[in-house]
């Protein structure tokens, strides 16, 4: 089944160039039944990405885009009065599909965004007395500007620590911007196939949630996780007076099962500290508070996860 997400991520390098980090947090998030927040500024192929990922998957796909005056009917559904039948109907929001892009959410109200993340946590939408069950898979990609600041509505942690992984995506290389430029300017770009059906996907979960993770592998990553919390023990006090807050405990649960993707993906049967490592950023950097001391600094939780990486003894 892995030669199945090789032909997954072939397709989707078809009208996107680079990016293999975005790429494959998208598969992680996607077969471990999460969701994943990007940051990055405008033009970075994400929403081009996540189509092209629901084609290849043949997968239903929306896009909602957040605004200060969005409502959470907007995004959910609501009931709405027929004159003609003397009653009222369920319309169905943008959330009733497979992937669903969450365009800008921090520009979104908090009652927006909470809506959408109960969602997410639930899997289901109540809209009047009846309750809808969201058709699996059910993954979200949201995303968020990091430039802006003016309008915007940042997510709580609470909030932040719902969606499994936060993906930094970066600009292109200089030699991958010109193959973006040159396949756009001749239209070059190749028509994405249907590669993997709904059943194959859950086939592939299932190998997945049977990979091998040593004792010892599954004390180390709770070992990154607690030295978040308790940085002292690991002879870590110089980043002691920068957290406020260490990584909550979704992370291990997170960890556990991104790994084991993560392992999948790059065809073993067993999970090895480099799948840790790779993953462990992008699991944790959204799930640290920092204290003041810290962004008076100018101290970023990725420097905070390196140390930790860094000092923790690899099994």
């Known amino acids: 089944m892995i030669s199945k997400i090789q032909k997954v991520k072939a397709e989707v390098a078809k ?12 598969l992680i998030a996607l077969l471990c039944e999460g969701h994943i927040l990007i940051e990055g500024v405008p033009g970075l192929a994400k929403t081009t990405t996540v ?41 169905k929001g943008p959330i009733f599909t497979n992937l669903l892009l969450a365009d800008e959410i921090n520009r979104a109200p908090a009652k927006v965004q909470s809506a959408l993340l109960e969602v997410m946590q639930e ?39 719902r969606f499994m992984l936060k993906l930094v995506v970066d600009y292109n290389t200089k030699e991958e911007e010109l193959e973006i430029a040159r396949r756009i300017s001749s239209g070059s770009s190749g028509e994405i ?10 086939e592939i979960k299932a190998n997945i949630s049977s990979i091998h993770v040593d004792a010892e592998v599954e004390a180390y990553m709770i070992e990154l996780v607690n030295a978040t919390r308790n940085p002292k023990e690991y002879g870590l006090e110089e980043i002691e007076e920068f957290i406020q807050f260490g990584a909550s405990p979704r992370v291990s649960i997170d960890m556990f ?23 462990a950023k992008e699991l944790m950097r959204h799930r640290i508070v920092l204290t003041y001391e810290a962004e008076a600094e ?18």
Not at 140 to 147: E, S
Not at 257 to 279: E, L, N, S
């Open 15 to 26: 009208v996107v160039v680079g990016q293999e980090k975005m790429i494959d947090s998208l």
């Open 51 to 91: 189509n092209a990922l629901s084609k290849a998957l043949g997968l239903n796909f929306k896009r909602a885009q957040f605004t200060p005056d969005l409502l959470p009917s907007d995004i959910l559904g609501a009931e709405i009065y027929d004159p003609q039948n003397n009653q009222f109907k369920i319309k």
């Open 123 to 161: 899997k289901q939408v109540t809209l009047g007395d009846t309750t809808f069950k969201l058709d699996p898979p059910f993954f979200v990609m949201a995303t968020q500007n990091p430039v802006e600041q003016e309008g915007v509505y940042q997510l709580p942690e609470a909030q932040l620590d």
């Open 193 to 202: 196939n249907a590669v993997l059906s709904a059943n194959e996907l859950d």
């Open 257 to 279: 099962k991104a790994v084991k993707a993560m392992a999948f993906m790059r065809g073993k049967d067993f999970v090895t500290p480099i799948d840790v490592a790779y993953i």
């Open 298 to 315: 100018g101290v970023t939780t990725d420097e905070i996860i390196q140390k930790v990486l860094e000092t923790v003894a690899i099994p």
